[in-house]
């Protein structure tokens, strides 16, 4: 699963729209939708949704299964 996919599929258990996930972890919503649509994130942003899921950076990325592994 993709890094896109996967913070849809965060967002979409957590119940919360884009605009205030957006919000929350101090993106513009542009920036947040961008991150769904397949952008790449940079490392802070990378870390910054790692936290506000409280999944690890590992997991996001592809490089384990489990989602709490080495968290950020």
Not at 16 to 34: I, K, P
Not at 52 to 72: C, F, I, P
Request: charged letters at 30%; one cysteine or more; glycine letters at 6%.
């Amino acid at each position: 699963m993709k890094f896109s996919e996967k913070i849809r599929m965060l967002r979409k258990e957590t119940g919360l729209s884009q605009t205030t996930v957006a919000s929350e972890m101090g993106l513009s919503m542009r920036g947040y939708q961008d991150l769904e649509l397949g952008k790449m994130p940079r490392y802070e942003t990378l870390r910054c949704v790692a936290d506000y899921y409280d999944v690890s950076v590992d997991w996001l990325m592809g490089r384990t299964e489990n989602r709490n592994a080495h968290k950020s």
